[in-house]
């Protein structure tokens, strides 16, 4: 399978503890995002890299948020300090400037979190 | 106000019939328009791309209005395949994407 995959599928921790996410995008996108969804809404963007550098951050990034993509392939988002209120589904999407539809995004499995 | 905004329905359609629904955008500077699915509990899904005045894939039709900055989709011929939320995308600059909320439709047999 050559689709963005990440890891894990579902979390569940308790208030407090620090949890990360992992996404592998689609081998030749330069470009990968970090989105989140939670029920009965449209996923809200967070973060993009292109290749390494983190070129935006959403207002919706806290503090406690950190991601990183150190050699621009892989990519890890941090939560610190969980709230309940970061229950929700966090999408990772990737694309390439290259192609023609670089605006077009492919979105991973995603990862459910689940914050008791 | 959102920046991207849809009927949440649901639309209850019988197999067969013809379904249509609207977004309206907010940014008039918006390049890049797009539909995805999503069905329940998995990830967005790419459907369609709207690059111009519209496009038609199959039994599905996509029409851009940026005079009036709307996005519509047709779906003509529904199959209960088709069951599924509709996502209104549109590109809003430096290749950030935002969604709506969703139109939920539900094909029965």
């Known amino acids: 399978d050559t689709g963005v995959s990440q890891d894990p599928r579902h979390k569940i921790t308790k208030r407090g503890q620090n949890v990360t996410f992992r996404c592998d995008p689609i081998?030749?996108?330069?470009?990968l995002y970090w989105y989140r969804q939670t029920l009965g809404q449209g996923p809200e963007f967070l973060t993009y890299?292109?290749?390494?550098?983190?070129?935006?951050k959403s207002r919706l990034l806290s503090d406690r948020f950190s991601a990183e993509r150190p050699k621009g392939s892989f990519s890890t988002l941090e939560i610190q300090r969980t709230e309940q209120g970061d229950s929700a589904m966090y999408l990772c999407?990737?694309?390439?400037?290259?192609?023609?539809?670089?605006?077009?995004?492919?979105f991973g499995p995603g990862t459910r979190l689940t914050v008791t | 106000r959102k920046e991207v905004e849809q009927d949440p329905g649901p639309f209850n359609v019988p197999e067969g019939a013809t379904v249509a629904f609207n977004c309206t955008y907010s940014?008039?500077?918006?390049?890049?328009f797009f539909w995805y699915r999503q069905d329940c509990r998995k990830e967005p899904k790419l459907l369609m791309s709207?690059?111009?005045s519209g496009n038609e894939d199959g039994r599905f039709t996509a029409q851009l209005n940026r005079a009036s900055q709307y996005i519509s989709l047709l779906i003509r011929d529904s199959k209960l395949s088709d069951s599924a939320t509709y996502l209104c995308?549109?590109?809003?600059?430096?290749?950030?994407?935002?969604f709506g909320a969703g139109t939920t439709v539900t094909v029965r047999a």
């Open positions: 999407a990737s694309s390439s400037i290259w192609s023609e539809e670089n605006y077009e995004q492919y």
């Open positions: 081998s030749e996108h330069n470009r």
């Open positions: 890299f292109q290749n390494e550098a983190q070129l935006e």
């Open positions: 940014n008039s500077a918006s390049q890049s």
């Open positions: 709207v690059y111009s």
């Open positions: 995308v549109v590109n809003s600059g430096d290749y950030k994407l935002s």
